[in-house]
């Protein structure tokens, strides 16, 4: 069974950073990419940035470019998702996604991730 559990979400101002946790466990492949969604109400999930399983590429979605950073550690089956100078719009609840059918890639659609964390909610206040 695998589990994706999100920590570090939290309440703060506009401006300030906070870092998200993905801690990954069960029989997962040996390569997976990773994604971070996230859901703000009344909205549907989007893709918030990704990582391969080798870290070489990453890619964000143009709101958080130059503001958030994605990383992983292999070893401890973590990804971290680093957000800086946060705005009021980036509250939502914060998922982290294990992409196992794309060779250690990754997507920005949501269908191509098998599983999925429980969520963190993030709310920034102006």
């Known amino acids: 069974q695998v589990q994706l559990v999100e920590s570090g979400g939290g309440l703060l101002q506009a401006g300030a950073s906070l870092r998200l946790s993905c801690a990954a466990s069960g029989q997962l492949p040996e390569w997976y990419g990773t994604g971070w969604f996230r859901q703000a109400p009344g909205k549907e999930r989007e893709f918030v940035a990704g990582i391969t399983w080798d870290s070489r590429r990453t890619a964000f979605t143009d709101s958080v470019k130059g503001r958030f950073t994605i990383s992983r550690d292999n070893a401890k089956n973590t990804v971290s998702l680093q957000m800086n100078t946060l705005k009021p719009e980036d509250t939502a609840i914060y998922y982290c996604?294990?992409?196992?059918?794309?060779?250690?890639?990754?997507?920005?659609?949501?269908?191509?991730?098998?599983?999925w964390g429980q969520g963190t909610q993030v709310t920034v206040s102006s």
């Open positions: 996604a294990a992409d196992t059918s794309s060779f250690g890639d990754f997507t920005a659609r949501s269908d191509d991730y098998e599983y």
